[in-house]
């Protein structure tokens, strides 16, 4: 049978070319997306930058470890992590020659020729300089008070007084040099002594001693790096690892939605392949072929087409994924170093999409199979086209097990609060999407009637052979309608999703603040100082509420839905706050308990901790410090912002990230707005009303998860597009013979074209109609979901992502359909009516 697969491929390509177009795209689609997200968990490691010259570096524990109930450690990294003690800078400088690092918000800020600095900049004394590699290019290094080493891409010159922002507040210094820039971070050099006075304590210690006494000196109290390990110190390796850990679970939903629909349209294309190839296989089945035969035939043709589409489509890969890789780094989805670089991940990827492109394949012809063996050699002699039965048993539990999933995620999202929603919602549309993929040809029937229905009363047979011709031909309708599905659905359904869910927390943001009139946010820097704090409280007729950003970790109480086998360490997000402003100044969704009796001795925790007023919790502050604290008040959980508020005593070395301002009784507003604009001038700070700093937010907001679903959605819509095109083409090549009769019948060339683009609008019709049903669904869901809410939010509609896709599907399916078409009539109509 391999024989003969292999000389029906050769003699019949032209059968076979949408198959191998449909495995070669679905195999290019994995490995690219493989490669990406290999880089993603294997590119952590990289050489050096900040210390690349020291030889071996004490810093504070970076992460927050315990033992978990099933023996093993749980890590989670700290916020702020904690300095050395001046005891263990003792010990370490004992062992051998160690050199102190801090590491402390600086800032440049636009005067003169000076350009601002990135909100990243940072401080450090210039002795640390010649770890990093740091060169002075003009000028000389700071040695005084005053003094500061500027960056070259700042535009100062050596003798030219600038203004540097610190955490005190903004102040004025005279620069020495400039140093070269680097790719790992922003910084600021002053002296030894100037930077001591800035931050005190020692973030890092460089000890030139041997690594095995530093350890043995240091013992437990803080962790010691040499070799490859000191890349760990460098200062955006965190926001790094982050930024990995997102193009991983973005890659992954991306992978998983590619692997989905290649498996279905591979699926798709098979059956309707066999479909067609109905006659030829009876033919075989006439000259004495079993249906053992007949079967293992399509599994060969598919195991050879499975093999040189999957090649090909891995060296396609192999040239995509670097390029979406250099794309995600360009658009800010992953490090400016990200890169897919040639080695055994790159040849493992490449194998398992081999692998799994040749696995679609024989997967994919498995029903085509069954379905090929039940072919009678009569059929040989059959010209209709009718597709008698379209569903099976299987796909029949599959479409069914999908719906009811997709039902139970839909009413989850109500009963569940917001918090939540992230990590159900976002999953009910595609269940309900592989239903109507699966279930479309018992609902295409009904649908084409529908929409049928106000054409059937015109003139002619047109409407009518329309009509018929889609609801006859069932898998080839089917076999476009699922991507068209896909394609419509997906995209818009996630759009609406993630638009809701971030509408959501800003409206839950903006209500905790809407009593205030005014704010004062950061401008183009990562915080307020303490001199914005002050200027602000002294302006006359107001009342003020400064908020500091800040993280706690805590085991959150038993809670068998979320936690079954038992609630792991997890990071909160926490805000600290003056317990007096709570109630006037910032509102809080308190379901139990009173936020006035927040001090520093309690709480106030959401219902995601599982925990009532009056408990105890065991919580670790932003720097790995244990305390206990008593429970005050629970808050309604929230699909954003924090879930836990503390005193300002807990803020640790975070900057305010506003200053809240209220007017009093009897205040001018128009004077007051005046004073605040005149307090912050020069401050890198700006007062704005609050209603336009709600505005300013919702400009920017959502930004890179949107960017995430334009890749995800734009590649999956791009392999469902052309699904939609090879189905297309196939179908009305095949169709010749129906053409021509039609004209032998008396139909005009004009006539037709009209008809099959009619057939291709129905068809790709049908699919935007029930992708539509499944964008209604799942923001009906979205919208019960939003009336357990204090706070006004309307669900995101679709809408330009809605039309765009569906249009794009619709011009696809009419040129694929057309250009076929007006090429077989222009071939002469009785050569097409003669058997082959």
């Not at 609801?471 to 995209?491: E, K, N």
């Not at 809407?514 to 107001?542: C, E, M, Q, W, Y």
Request: proline residues 6%; glycine residues 10%; aromatic residues 6%.
């Amino acid at each position: 049978m391999l024989n003969i697969a292999w000389y029906t491929l050769r003699s019949r390509l032209s059968a076979f070319t949408g198959t191998f177009i449909a495995l070669m795209l679905g195999a290019a689609l994995l490995s690219t997306m493989g490669l990406v997200l290999a880089a993603s968990v294997t590119s952590h490691e990289h050489g050096p930058g900040r210390f690349a010259n020291a030889p071996v570096i004490v810093r504070g524990e970076p992460d927050l470890s315990m033992s978990d109930p099933w023996g093993g450690i749980e890590s989670e990294p700290l916020k702020e992590p904690k300095g050395l003690a001046p005891a263990l800078v003792r010990d370490v400088s004992a062992v051998g020659k160690a050199v102190p690092d801090r590491t402390f918000y600086a800032q440049l800020g636009a005067s003169g020729t000076a350009r601002s600095g990135p909100s990243d900049q940072v401080g450090h004394p210039w002795s640390a300089a010649a770890f990093g590699g740091y060169r002075l290019l003009r000028g000389q290094a700071p040695a005084g008070a005053g003094e500061v080493a500027v960056p070259a891409t700042s535009g100062a010159a050596p003798g030219e007084r600038v203004t540097v922002l610190t955490a005190s507040g903004p102040r004025p210094f005279t620069v020495s040099g400039v140093t070269d820039d680097v790719s790992f971070e922003s910084a600021l050099f002053f002296s030894d002594a100037e930077a001591a006075a800035l931050s005190p304590r020692v973030d890092a210690l460089v000890s030139y001693g041997d690594v095995d006494k530093v350890r043995t000196a240091v013992e437990d109290r803080a962790q010691v790096l040499a070799g490859a390990d000191r890349a760990q110190a460098d200062p955006r390796a965190h926001a790094d690892e982050v930024a990995l850990v997102g193009v991983s679970t973005m890659l992954g939903m991306a992978t998983g939605v590619a692997a989905f629909v290649a498996a279905f349209v591979v699926g798709t294309t098979f059956a309707f392949s066999v479909a067609q190839r109905r006659r030829e296989l009876a033919v075989l089945r006439a000259t004495g072929a079993t249906p053992t035969q007949v079967g293992r035939l399509v599994l060969a043709e598919a195991a050879l087409v499975g093999a040189v589409a999957s090649a090909a489509g891995c060296l396609l890969g192999l040239a995509g994924g670097p390029a979406l890789a250099d794309r995600m780094s360009a658009w800010g989805l992953a490090p400016e170093w990200f890169r897919v670089r040639l080695g055994w991940s790159t040849l493992l990827v490449l194998v398992l999409a081999f692998l799994i492109g040749v696995l679609l394949a024989v997967l994919g012809s498995g029903v085509a199979v069954v379905r090929a063996g039940r072919i009678r050699p009569l059929e040989a002699l059959r010209e209709s086209v009718v597709d008698r039965r379209a569903m099976n048993a299987l796909r029949w539990l599959a479409g069914l097990a999908a719906l009811a999933a997709g039902g139970v995620l839909l009413l989850a999202t109500p009963l569940l609060p917001p918090a939540y929603w992230g990590d159900i919602t976002p999953m009910a549309a595609p269940a309900l999407i592989v239903a109507g993929a699966l279930l479309c040809p018992v609902v295409i029937p009904f649908v084409v009637r529908v929409v049928t229905a106000p054409f059937t009363g015109l003139r002619g047979a047109g409407p009518m052979l329309v009509q018929a011709n889609t609801v006859s031909a069932l898998r080839r309708t089917a076999a476009t309608v699922a991507p068209v599905l896909i394609t419509v659905g997906l995209f818009s359904a996630l759009w609406s999703t993630s638009g809701t869910l971030s509408g959501v927390a800003r409206s839950e943001a903006y209500e905790r603040v809407r009593a205030n009139d005014f704010v004062v946010a950061p401008d183009h820097t990562p915080g307020l100082s303490r001199a914005v704090v002050d200027k602000v409280r002294a302006v006359p007729g107001i009342e003020s509420a400064t908020t500091v950003p800040t993280g706690v970790y805590t085991i959150p109480g038993p809670n068998l839905l979320v936690f079954p086998a038992g609630a792991p360490l997890l990071p909160y997000d926490a805000l600290t706050v003056d317990p007096k402003a709570l109630g006037s100044l910032l509102t809080l969704p308190v379901v139990h308990g009173d936020a006035r009796g927040l001090d520093d001795r309690s709480i106030i925790v959401d219902e995601t901790w599982n925990r009532h007023v009056g408990d105890t919790v065991t919580v670790w502050l932003a720097d790995g410090t244990k305390k206990r604290l008593k429970v005050v008040a629970v808050t309604k959980a929230s699909a954003g912002g924090s879930a836990a508020v503390l005193t300002p005593k807990y803020a640790g070395r975070a900057l305010p990230d506003a200053v809240y301002v209220k007017l009093a009784k009897g205040a001018d507003r128009a004077a007051v707005q005046r004073e605040l604009a005149t307090a912050v001038q020069g401050m890198s700070a700006r007062a704005v009303p609050i209603a336009g700093y709600r505005a300013a937010v919702d400009d920017t907001v959502n930004q890179q998860t949107r960017m995430a679903l334009l890749i995800v959605g734009g590649i999956a819509m791009l392999y469902t597009g052309v699904a939609v095109a090879n189905t297309l083409t196939m179908s009305t090549g095949q169709r010749a013979r129906e053409l021509a009769v039609l004209r032998l019948g008396g139909a005009t060339p004009g006539q037709l074209l009209r008809m099959v683009a009619g057939e291709s609008v129905l068809v790709a019709g049908t699919g935007v109609l029930m992708a539509a049903v499944v964008v209604a669904l799942n923001a009906a869901g979205l919208w019960a979901g939003l009336q357990q809410l204090v706070v006004s939010t309307r669900v995101t509609l679709p809408g330009l992502p809605f039309t765009v896709t569906a249009g794009a599907c619709l011009v696809v399916a009419l040129l694929a359909t057309v250009l076929p078409a007006w090429v077989a009539l222009r071939t002469p109509a009785v050569r097409l009516t003669t058997t082959e």
